[in-house]
């Protein structure tokens, strides 16, 4: 092998073509990895004629790699068709949206990450792959559940029985909200198919919908999880005062914080609509195979990406660390001061039980304040598993486990009827009511015979 190489060396090189470029700040960009999220490059088509041995060098002055591709090179998928490479890294399977952000954090990831790979453009949707039409069944459940697990919960909390307390109005807020948040979930899932399948959506819809569409949800889905955190931190309060527990001041407190809440989120997300755009790429015309027409030859890729500075991006992980782990920790504060802080205040005064007894004692009686911030706990571990996750994982691989932990973080949304209301008396009580009223306003049809 070794002489065989310079036996090559020593061959003279047949010189065919000599060609110069150089790359500017306009020159298009790419994500080749999550060291080097932004790269320019410039695309060379090379037609063979006659089958041999061919040299391709080059000289800069500038780091610069070499890659080789069959047919197109796909900016959004640097993987696909590669063939060769010199000098360069591995390329990344993994569809390029900010792959420096793929790769910290898998919270991070929307359902443009999710599902670009598995999506076949001008393909309709019966033809689609089996996940994508099993995604399509699960979101529709989701939605319809969720619409009635809401519309049940106005029901319930517009009631003036259930807004005794501050939670009450809390609750209240938080059912018009998971309406708001599982109906942008399936504006945003059918964004993300229909636009992906239908190549040809107007450009300005695209970047309507890139810039709006997640944050909205976001904004939505965030401020659905603080407004149970706040649930939980006033059934907190409520043990911990006991019979000092002012109620007034409960509901005062509540309408502000539902006022000021939707404005601090809000602030925290803001950055995404400055760094939130569309990447557009269209494929040269083949100038050497004309036989081929524009149509199968130009191709368009358009993709809603972030492009953070490592600072913002920074930031970024931060507040969507904040607005996961913040209301979970809340919930599973509150818990365990419901149980063992009540449960500690009750040995103090009857000091003739056990404080396994007094524990006991404390979950049979305040179970419903109990129950909820249990559920949202364990519906909210799946996701902080998989945003913890150091190890770098390929979206297109791991397609369920990324896309199962992003519809459970919309089950909390989608189930705050059997969260809230069907555990507790109260609460039950306020729905029979609202909904034996109802029922009442209702116009009965007789049927009259003559």
Known sequence: MKNALQKFKSTPINIQLIYSSKL????????????????????LQIHINTTGLYVLWSENNINAYGYIYKNDFNPLKPSENLLLSHNGPELSNCAIRDQY???????ALTLDDILCNELQPNIVLNNQSFSIKLSVGLTIIMFVTGLIS????????????????????YLLASSITSLLTIIMFIIKFWFVVLTRINVSTSLSVLRGGCASIELILKLFLYLDGWLNACVAI?????????????????????????????FFIFCTLIHELVFRRLFEYKTARDTIDTSKTNEETIKQYVSCITRYSPSVQVYNIAVLFFHLVGPFIINLFSALFIIFGGARQRSVVQNNQSFKEHIQEQFTEHKQLI?????????SIPRLIISLLSDYMETSENMWLYLGSYFISFTPSMLIFLI?????????KAFK??????????PTKSARSG
């Open 371 to 379: 129950i909820s911030p249990m559920i949202l706990l364990i519906l």
């Open 420 to 428: 809230f209301v069907f555990p507790s008396e109260l609460y039950m």
């Open 101 to 107: 952000k793929l790769y910290m954090k898998g919270i």
């Open 234 to 262: 006033e059934r907190a309060v409520y043990i911990f005062k006991g019979v000092k527990f002012d109620k007034k001041k409960s509901k005062c407190v509540a309408r502000r914080t539902i006022l000021i809440l939707p």
């Open 150 to 169: 809401g519309i049940l919960s106005f029901v319930t909390f517009q009631n003036k029985d259930a807004q005794q307390v501050g939670c009450g109005i």
């Open 24 to 43: 500017i700040d306009d020159s298009p960009t790419y994500y080749r990895d999550y060291q080097v999220p932004e790269c320019h490059y410039e695309t």
């Open 433 to 442: 009511q609202s909904f034996n009223r109802i029922r009442r306003r209702t």
